[in-house]
């Protein structure tokens, strides 16, 4: 059975920091780029960040740009997002995706987490 599972989430006070955590099973970790989505109440779905399978490249969104980090370990099967001074504005439930490269520059997502709730006050 696949599965991605996120943890991490939580309360925490503007200008601090989480750490997610994506824990992947059931399929091969390393053949996939892993992406993670946030979609706050009544907003749109967005791409905050990903990580190829191959090189391990890596690609933000520009709201996010020198806040966030995202990484992996393929040895755990985990990905990880660590999200520093954070903003009442990335409030959000986060998803971690699991996908490949369909086209030049394009992305098709295949597995996706339940997500996790991040809450930033001020």
């Known amino acids: 059975e696949v599965q991605l599972v996120e943890s991490g989430g939580g309360l925490v006070q503007a200008g601090g920091s989480l750490r997610l955590s994506c824990a992947a099973s059931?399929?091969?970790?390393?053949?996939?780029?892993i992406a993670w989505f946030r979609q706050a109440p009544g907003k749109e779905r967005e791409g905050v960040s990903c990580?190829?399978?191959?090189?391990?490249?890596?690609n933000y969104a520009d709201s996010v740009k020198g806040r966030f980090t995202v990484s992996r370990d393929n040895a755990k099967n985990t990905a990880y997002l660590q999200m520093n001074g954070l903003k009442p504005e990335d409030t959000a439930t986060y998803y971690c995706?699991?996908?490949?490269?369909?086209?030049?520059?394009?992305?098709?997502?295949?597995?996706w987490g339940q997500g996790t709730q991040v809450t930033v006050h001020s």
């Open positions: 995706a699991a996908g490949r490269l369909v086209a030049f520059g394009r992305y098709e997502y295949y597995y």
């Open positions: 990580i190829s399978s191959s090189d391990g490249s890596t």
């Open positions: 059931g399929f091969t970790f390393d053949d996939y780029a």
